[in-house]
């Protein structure tokens, strides 16, 4: 595997040069190696893995990939894949703007095709069988539509895009069902707590920019967090800098402790290394060697 560069990058993608621009971007069955920095985007982005081997990080989670595996990103998210040089890693992304569908004339009624994007934020199916089959006959007639000078091109697109759409819907209707629908305000502000540490929890963060960022109280978004979620503001951010220093020690197992632990956001490694036996039963030390024993043939 790579030895991973973390950096965070908001990545500026091109739209398509195209005089009907319908997506933003679109690569499919991409097989060239890419770099494996962190990075997000403004966009919304749905990830099809057709094969090779890829552990795709997404926020603080490891998906260990395989064929037939979609990935929907509300794009803010870090995301970035570990792939294995060894083999192809094949897969198709596309990248577009919600407003994007404003653009097709005919919506159909009564549903929400950003619902999967907007409930569920950053979502993962993995389609075998009919689905699969269905998912990738789909890929292929957005490739065969994407980029073309002409306007016939640009309505067939159109189509087989809200087509596309319209099959994640389907894919996703049961966990939106789950998930209780779009937000109410208690859970609006809370997700903005949630977006808001995600975008900064490597920095030094008071309730007081809560407060000022988010126009809310910084009381009310303590409770409310509190009761949304069961754990404190704090709480939440110290779990979240120590997923990521797991992370980074599992992917780049020369980082020393200390180092690691400015990464994450703590000013001192000694409350580093008491969150982190805290919450993982061990120290960071000892979690480092027990990730080189595992790799250790």
């Known amino acids: 595997m790579p030895t991973w560069r973390f950096m965070t990058e908001v990545v500026p993608v091109a739209i398509s040069s195209s005089p009907y621009p319908l997506l933003h971007q679109f690569a499919y069955k991409l097989d060239k190696p ?11 982005e749905i990830y099809y893995f057709h094969s090779g081997k890829c552990r795709y990080m997404l926020g603080d989670r490891m998906i260990d990939l395989v064929p037939g595996d979609l990935i929907l990103m509300n794009g803010m998210t870090r995301h970035a894949p570990q792939m294995d040089r060894s083999t192809a890693y094949v897969r198709t992304t596309f990248l577009f703007d919600p407003s994007c569908l404003q653009m097709l004339e005919e919506k159909p009624r009564h549903l929400n095709l950003l619902m999967p994007f907007q409930v569920l934020r950053n979502h993962h199916l993995r389609l075998d069988g009919e689905e699969r089959r269905e998912a990738e006959e789909l890929l292929a007639r957005l490739n065969a539509h994407y980029g073309k000078d ?23 209707r049961e966990a939106i069902d789950l998930q209780g629908g779009l937000p ?10 949630l977006a808001f540490i995600e975008n900064r929890y490597t920095e030094e963060i008071h309730l007081e920019q809560l407060e000022e960022e988010l126009h809310v109280s910084r009381y009310y978004l303590s409770r ?14 110290y779990r979240r800098r120590i997923n990521q220093a797991k992370m980074l020690f ?7 402790v200390t180092h690691v632990s400015y990464q994450v956001g703590f000013k001192h490694p000694a409350h580093f290394s008491r969150l982190f036996k805290q919450q993982v039963g061990m120290t960071p030390d000892q979690y480092r060697k027990r990730l080189f024993a595992a790799a250790a043939p």
């Not at 890419?34 to 919304?44: E, N, V, W």
């Not at 002409?150 to 159109?158: I, N, Q, S, T």
């Not at 109410?184 to 707590?193: I, L, P, W, Y």
């Open 184 to 193: 109410n305000d208690k859970e609006r502000n809370v997700q903005n707590v």
């Open 250 to 256: 599992l992917l780049d197992r020369e980082q020393t």
């Open 34 to 44: 890419i770099g494996t920095a962190f990075h997000s985007h403004a966009q919304y």
């Open 150 to 172: 002409d306007l016939l091109a640009y309505h067939r697109l159109r189509l087989a895009f809200l087509d596309f759409l319209l099959f994640v819907f389907g894919q996703c």
């Open 224 to 237: 409310i967090f509190r009761e949304v979620t069961g754990q404190t503001i704090f709480g939440y951010l």
